[in-house]
Every structure is written in structure tokens, then in C-alpha cells.
């Protein structure tokens, strides 16, 4: 499973970039809006530093804006991947940007339906959100696992992107049931590594290292 970083903060990007593991970023505007940064200029150094796609979102609701806007932000960089509404608009942009081979992220999907509209429509990655799924009294998980199956069934391409992820277990979750991407926000990623276990191993190894007077 892919691991993409859900932020516009670049300390935090360099950070896990370091770390080798870092497979994309995805953006939002109100990632941006609280990043507090220039929305291309903060973009076109995100995707200095990652390899993966960039998800970058369109603000415009009518397909010709939102191609415009595409535009735009397609020339940032190669790894740009251009996300949309899972909306009519948004499925039309979609499927003309795919077209000419530009990467594509409906986002926004809160149904298995929604998510076949998306693949039919070539999208590259659908952004099935999770944590709000879930906080509305639906059971998140059971959207992924319909969408695999469905995706599955008809051999669709489009990659299923776990987004809205709030925590470790829907990142086992979507490990389990096979998703290709989740992207979570730092705090959740960094969250991954550690183990109260781990953390007391280190210490009791390290404390009978020092009884040995031994260096490496
Ligand atoms: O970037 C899309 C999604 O991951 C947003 O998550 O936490 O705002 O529901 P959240």
C-alpha cells in the first residue's frame, strides 16, 4: 500500500520524505488554507520533494473553469495529479484530463456508486473519505471493501486512495482489505512507527549494553 502525506506543511513532507517511505502528498484547500501559503508556490515546492503525485484541487464547480484551472495547475510540475469533486462537473473534467494523460483524483466519494462513476470515468485514484464517513454514522471500512469488489469485478485501474484516515487501525483496515493508497496527516504516519513495546525493548537493551562496557 502506497502512503501518501495528507498536508501543504513542508517541514512535515521533508520529514517523511526523509524517511524513504513517503510514496505522494495530497492537498486540499483547506490544507492550504491552513498552511497559510501562496496555494502554486507551496504546490510547486511540495512536488520538488516527492517523486509520487502531488494531488492538487481545482476550485471552480463548472467543468470549462475547472479545466481551466487544471491548466494552471498541471504546469506546476510533472507529478501534479489534479484533483476533482466527485461531481458531474468534476467527472467530465476528469474524464477529458485522463484522456490526455494527466493524472486524476475525484475526491469527496462517500459511495460505492460514486466510486464506479469515477473509475468509469478513468479517474487515476478515488478519494473515498473514511473518517467522515464514519462520523456520520456510516461504517467507512465497508465503502473501501465495496469498492474493491466492485473495482475488481469489472477490472478497473483506477486506484482506491483511503482518505479521511484519523487513526492507525484504518491504516491496518485498508491494509487488509487491499487498498493501493491511504494518505493520512503526519501526525498519523509518524504514529505508525512506534509501539510502547519497541520503546521498552530499546531501553532494557540498551541499559544491559552499558552493564558490558562494550562499543560498536
Ligand atoms: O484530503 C482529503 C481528506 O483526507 C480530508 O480528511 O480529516 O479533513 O476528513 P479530513
Known sequence: MKFFADTAEIAAIQELAATGLLDGVTTNPSLIAKSGRDFKEVTKEICAIVDGPVSAEVVALDHETMMKEAEVLRKIADNVCIKVPLTIDGLKTCKKLTGDGTMVNVT????????LLAAKAGATFVSPFVGRHDDNGFDGMQLIGDIK??????????????ASVRHGIHVLQAAQIGADVMTAPPSVIKGLFKHV????????????????GQSI
Do not use: H, M, P, R
Not at 469527496?108 to 466510486?115: E, G
Not at 469488489?149 to 483511503?162: A, D, H, P, S
Open 108 to 115: 469527496l466519494c462517500f459511495s460505492a456508486t460514486q466510486a
Open 149 to 162: 469488489l466492485i473495482y475488481e469485478n469489472y477490472g478497473f485501474k483506477t486506484e482506491i486512495l483511503v
Open 197 to 212: 513495546l519497541t520503546e521498552k525493548g530499546i531501553e532494557g537493551f540498551l541499559a544491559d549494553w552499558a552493564k558490558t
